[in-house]
């Protein structure tokens, strides 16, 4: 069985509702994840925007979440979760707005693609201390097991 990840909010390449953007309650959606490697030590969860500012000419990916160190037990993440909620053990590393937790789409132009990456590992990552993305997937480099996508895109109201 592959590693699966998926949302009952929206299905894989469809509209993500307004509630987990900025222009809703900008809450993150639930996920779920199946399949995880009987060795997997660790699960990661990334979620980014390839398509900023612009997805006409994309030039940079802008980071919405990140979350190491999930336990490998876990198989979801329920919506709107706190960070006070997220499972033990799990840390975070900091988006492209300075912060931790998660930032919901808020494209500045046209329909993005909201893609929410999940890695399992076969190690524990040490604490990284808020990482940002390219420290974390350093981190991560050569112990990735098995990796899941989902994706979702979103286009502001006019």
Not at 24 to 30: A, F, L
Request: hydrophobic residues 35%.
């Amino acid at each position: 069985m592959s590693l699966t990840l998926s949302s009952a909010s929206f299905p894989h390449n469809s509209v993500i509702p307004f509630r987990h953007t900025c222009d809703g309650q900008d809450r993150s959606p639930p996920l779920a994840w199946t399949g995880v490697p009987a060795n997997t030590k660790s699960l990661v969860l990334i979620v980014d925007d390839p398509d900023a500012p612009d997805p006409a000419a994309p030039k940079m990916t802008w980071v919405h979440w990140l979350l190491y160190n999930l336990p490998p037990e876990a198989t979801g993440l329920p919506e709107g979760v706190a960070n006070t909620d997220l499972p033990a053990g799990t840390r975070q590393g900091v988006n492209d707005w300075q912060r931790t937790g998660y930032g919901g789409p808020c494209p500045p132009i046209g329909q993005h693609r909201y893609v929410h990456k999940l890695f399992a590992l076969d190690v524990f990552l040490p604490d990284l201390k808020q990482p940002a993305k390219a420290a974390l997937e350093k981190a991560m480099q050569g112990h990735i097991l098995a990796h899941a996508e989902l994706v979702g895109v979103y286009q502001r109201p006019r």
